[in-house]
């Protein structure tokens, strides 16, 4: 059990008031106790309590072989696993409840304490997660590492006259072969006009003189994401493709350079934004700057216009701005970059010149 870490979560919760916390999600619960379990549909949940006796609920289904430094509460399928929770709780007013769990369980478990006040308390670990420590930010700056190298060989793939899919098929071998565990996400290979649409599904689409290429991956390493995106271009660019491929450089570039403690994120959107807006290509950025990545590829907190609040030393989070085309092309640059005491470190260190393959 990370003892630093929920002591940092029951700190927020004393500010809401809470008696208990129940997380639901895998990543979350991981975050905690350093142990990751996928229930499926059975109940699994961890509960954070303010009088300290945390407790792991667990289906007996699932073997821990490890010391979790944790109270578990084992129940059977059959058993009322709801009614194990009650019976660990001492006078509950206030309990917060994390946005992933299922209705199924959360209406029962209201049903037996009717007179209790439930809460969405995802913030009370949302909020804390946005901030690596030392341990989290070293295996970030490794995962990117990796995707770096493996960006390396899926281009190189692109020459070979294969399809989207045959590459995006590829990739978690190769991503194996550098010590990661696979992808983060389903990785995103578009081709020419393919690359207009920002979230693209692979088809069996083939290059073609002068298509753009953007490629969006990531990997996990010992149980954190990567996440980039680099543009090329095959056989030859047109003098569109490098005025809207600059355009989108200086935007990734801009917003990284003003990162720092204290800057909000909803301005480091607006700078990258501007940028783009004044080169007349406003309306084809159509969705946010960035995004939090962590243990999940996308976690609490944007980088837009929406998200006001302030940059912390720790925080791990993309910019990548694009312009998109419709029926003609796209370009997107994605870096992630960590939030250092006076400025940011980009993870990425891939080449972001024009590159013809």
């Known amino acids: 059990m990370n003892n630093d870490r929920i002591d940092n979560i029951l700190e927020l919760m004393e500010e809401a008031s809470l ?15 350093n142990y990751l379990n996928y229930p499926y549909e059975r109940m699994y949940v961890f509960m954070i309590s303010k009088h300290g006796d945390h407790k792991l609920f667990c289906n007996d289904l699932f073997y821990i072989d490890e010391d979790l430094d944790v109270d578990i509460v084992w129940h059977k399928d059959g058993d009322d696993a709801i009614q ?7 006078f509950p007013n206030r309990i917060g409840i994390d946005k992933n769990w299922p209705s199924r369980f959360l209406l029962a478990l209201m049903k037996k304490l ?40 899926v281009i190189d793939l692109c020459k070979e006259g294969l399809s989207e899919k045959e ?6 071998a190769i991503y194996i072969k550098y010590g990661a565990d696979g992808n983060s996400f ?6 020419g006009k393919n690359g207009a649409d920002p979230h693209h599904s692979n088809d069996n689409s083939h290059v ?28 030859g660019i047109t003098e569109k493709q490098i005025e809207v491929y600059e355009l989108v450089k200086k935007a990734n570039e801009t917003a990284e350079k003003m990162i720092k403690p204290g800057v909000k994120l909803c301005d480091i959107d607006k700078c990258a934004r501007d940028i783009i807006n004044e080169g007349g290509y406003g309306k084809y950025f159509n969705h946010r700057l960035g995004h939090f990545i962590g243990r999940d ?61």
């Open 167 to 172: 590459i995006a098929q590829k990739l978690p």
């Open 208 to 235: 073609k003189e002068c298509d753009s290429i953007i490629i969006d991956m990531g990997c996990i390493y010992k149980g954190y994401c990567s996440d980039m995106t680099r543009t090329v271009f095959f056989g």
């Open 186 to 191: 389903e990785p995103m290979i578009a081709f």
């Open 297 to 357: 590829v996308h976690e609490y907190g944007d980088v837009s216009a929406s998200f006001d609040i302030e940059v912390e030393e720790g925080m791990i989070f993309s910019i990548e701005p694009g312009i998109y085309l419709p029926n003609e092309f796209g370009v997107r640059i994605e870096d992630l970059v960590l939030v250092t005491k006076d400025g940011c470190q980009v993870l990425n260190s891939y080449s972001k010149d024009i590159q013809i393959i």
């Open 84 to 90: 194990t929770i009650v019976d660990h709780m001492a």
């Open 114 to 153: 009717p007179k209790a006040k439930f809460i969405n308390a995802s913030p009370c670990v949302d909020l804390v997660r946005m901030k690596k420590d030392l341990h989290e930010q070293v295996l970030m700056i490794e995962a990117s590492r990796i995707n770096d190298l493996a960006m390396q060989d």
């Open 19 to 33: 008696d208990y916390f129940l997380i639901s999600d895998p990543e979350s619960i991981a975050y905690c106790t």
